[in-house]
């Protein structure tokens, strides 16, 4: 089966295609047959005028019309498409929802923060969690981070904060809003010990490619906090010359850098793993459940219970 995703978030908009296949032991295999990103950067607009101006709507139109074109390329059999932060906050998002469906044909859902967070956890990431540990799950995106956290494998507690990389350049996040993230965090996380973090998003990706640790290795706070230090230093200009960073990442590394290093020293976590998944492959878990309960159903309907 070749399922397909796509995440329009408040810097990029992904096109996540895998195939989900069975293996000789019953398990799952979800593997990625192509990823495509496009700097959107819905979030410009919305985190300074409240809404998305005609060229960037035009923009995402155009987008999602080449994106069916890789659809039927690849013989997608499904796709899920969901939007994030910058939608959820335009004033004119049920506008651009028609145009999109009229001129694509494709109907996009706009998910609260709360969903976010669920759809992160139908990665099965608690699958492969350690039972003796808490796991704190950081997502952090153009316009919101998630925090969720599982103890022996399960969900305990989930939270969405208006804080991200393209609200923190466009100066559009209260002071108030880091408090109460601090104190949710000193007040319902790290009465949750011992904890280790798990990092999401294409920032962290990239520091961890950086870094140049073994997948599965997690990546020390110090690490995180000397490269905040370096690259603040830094013009975006000479980021992208230093690390070959695209412009589109090279402005928002640094955000999602002071993101990741107060959450981390607010809960006295010393490293963080970054087994680099995301939205997207939460996504296409959910839509291949949703597509296999439907089957069943339908398989019950003819002989009954």
Known sequence: ?????????????????????????????????????????????????????DSKIQQLVETIQAFKH?????????IKVCATSAMRDAKNSNEILQQVLKETDIEINIISGSEE??????????????????????????????LTLYTVGKE????????????LIKDNVEEEIWDEMKLFIKSDIKI????????????????????????????????????????NALTVNERIHKYGFREDRADVIVPALRIYNNILRWTGITEIYVPQIGLADGLIRQLYNEMRFTSLMGMQKPGGQ
């Open 192 to 231: 949750h010990t011992p904890i280790q973090a798990i990092g999401s998003g294409g920032n962290i990706n990239k520091i961890f490619s950086l870094s140049k640790k073994k997948i599965g290795k997690p990546i020390s706070a110090e690490i995180l906090k000397d490269y905040y230090i370096e690259m």
């Open 70 to 78: 890789f659809l039927n390329i690849y013989e997608v059999q499904a």
């Open 156 to 167: 305990v507690i989930k939270k969405s904060f208006n804080i991200g990389t393209i609200r």
């Open 1 to 53: 089966m070749r399922l397909a995703a796509i995440d329009i978030g408040s810097n990029a908009a992904r096109l996540l295609i895998k195939d989900i296949t069975t293996y000789v032991d019953g398990s799952l295999d979800f593997t990625k047959v192509n990823l495509i990103r496009v700097p959107l950067r819905l979030g410009f607009d919305v985190f300074e005028s409240g809404i998305i101006s």
């Open 117 to 146: 967070a669920q759809i992160l956890y139908e990665t099965h990431l608690a699958d492969n969690l350690d039972a003796k540990f808490n796991y704190l799950y950081i997502d952090v995106g153009g316009g919101s981070t998630e």
